[in-house]
């Protein structure tokens, strides 16, 4: 059994940065591919960045420039980091195991954190 643990969350006026943190636990988290979605009120839950087992990372369009992901193994540990906020950028953020990569897209897994509140206000 797989158990995510996001922290990092808060409230931050517009331009501020935010570093989430994902750990986790269970022995398959370096060779599994990761990434952090997002679900705001009312939208579904989108893909914000994703990495592979190896450092390969991918961005939603929203999150290019301004959103870094990286992960360290050792420490079973995924991070986002979020410069320059926008108040849509409003959100609880999850982190998920991935399955596979298919054609280049990152399939998510069953194994959800319990998602961590972001709001982005002045």
């Known amino acids: 059994q797989v158990q995510l643990v996001e922290s990092g969350g808060g409230l931050v006026q517009p331009g501020g940065s935010l570093r989430l943190s994902c750990a986790a636990s269970?022995?398959?988290?370096?060779?599994?591919?990761m990434a952090w979605y997002r679900q705001a009120p009312g939208n579904q839950r989108e893909l914000v960045a994703d990495?592979?087992?190896?450092?390969?990372?991918h961005y939603a369009d929203s999150g290019k420039g301004r959103f870094t992901i990286s992960r360290d193994n050792a420490k079973n540990t995924v991070y986002l980091q979020m410069n320059s906020l926008k108040p849509e950028d409003t959100a609880v953020y999850y982190c998920?195991?991935?399955?596979?990569?298919?054609?280049?897209?990152?399939?998510?897994?069953?194994?959800w954190g319990q998602g961590t509140q972001v709001t982005v206000s002045s």
């Open positions: 269970g022995s398959i988290f370096s060779i599994k591919p």
């Open positions: 990495i592979s087992s190896g450092g390969s990372t």
């Open positions: 998920n195991v991935g399955k596979v990569y298919f054609n280049g897209r990152y399939i998510p897994g069953d194994y």
